[in-house]
């Protein structure tokens, strides 16, 4: 156990839908990462926020959201659902410790249909 | 960040050393070399990371060379749970800025 907390696990809904995927840190870590795990396109990094800040971006459409809460949960919001959408999302964060280790949720597996 | 290249797959006897290679020839002097696996289709796993000296945890050790520019993972004794991609990623630290950018990785099969 990461200590990493998403839900829902499994989420299915059709094109043209908004879901919200959320994401509980390990207690204390103040850095939330999201990515996106399709077949065709292995972990893509999507965003990164620390302490409620944006702090990289990388591959994440205009479609798809993130925020960090005062609470540090953080929340992936993905509207216009299209059906390349469907992946497993996954959530990691990391503390402020020397090691720069990475622990990553379980995921959040999202179909379109 | 600095880009990996690894072979798509290895094989590896169960109870034998698995070593995986990586080449990061345009790693920058601040930037680590991180591992990790994903079994199946679960959270990908922290193995273990070094700047430029091997490294040794309670899952695996990390060759680095001299140059900087490859590194091995070496499973010691192998067994069929080991089965997993894994991957090799170059990153400044995640936590200031940087990003771990995971690239396709090695399957490793692990046999009985």
């Known amino acids: 156990d990461s200590g990493v907390t998403q839900t829902p696990k499994h989420l299915i809904t059709a094109t043209g839908q908004r879901v919200t995927l959320r994401c509980s840190p390990r207690?204390?870590?103040?850095?939330v990462y999201w990515y996106q795990q399709s077949l065709d396109q292995g972990l893509q990094f999507l965003i990164q926020y620390y302490n409620g800040e944006e702090r990289a971006k990388g591959n994440i459409l205009e479609r798809f959201s993130a925020q960090q809460f005062p609470d540090l949960h953080s929340e992936l919001n993905l509207s216009s659902l299209e059906l390349g959408d469907s992946a497993l999302y996954f959530c990691?964060?990391?503390?402020?410790?020397?090691?720069?280790?990475?622990?990553f949720g379980e995921g959040s597996r999202l179909t379109v249909l | 960040d600095a880009k990996t290249t690894q072979p798509p797959s290895m094989d590896c006897a169960e109870g034998r050393a698995a070593n995986l290679p990586c080449n990061h020839s345009?790693?920058?002097?601040?930037?680590?070399v991180y591992w990790y696996r994903q079994i199946h289709s679960q959270g990908p796993q922290y193995i273990i990371h070094g700047l430029k000296n091997n490294e040794t945890n309670e899952m695996a050790s990390l060759i680095i060379t001299e140059d900087r520019k490859s590194s091995t993972l070496i499973l010691p004794h192998a067994t069929l749970r080991d089965t997993a991609v894994y991957y090799c990623i170059v990153s400044l630290r995640p936590g200031n800025t940087g990003k771990l950018i995971f690239g396709q990785g090695t399957t490793l099969q692990v046999k009985p």
């Open positions: 990691a964060s990391s503390g402020e410790d020397s090691t720069g280790e990475l622990f």
């Open positions: 345009t790693i920058s002097g601040n930037e680590y």
């Open positions: 207690s204390g870590d103040l850095s």
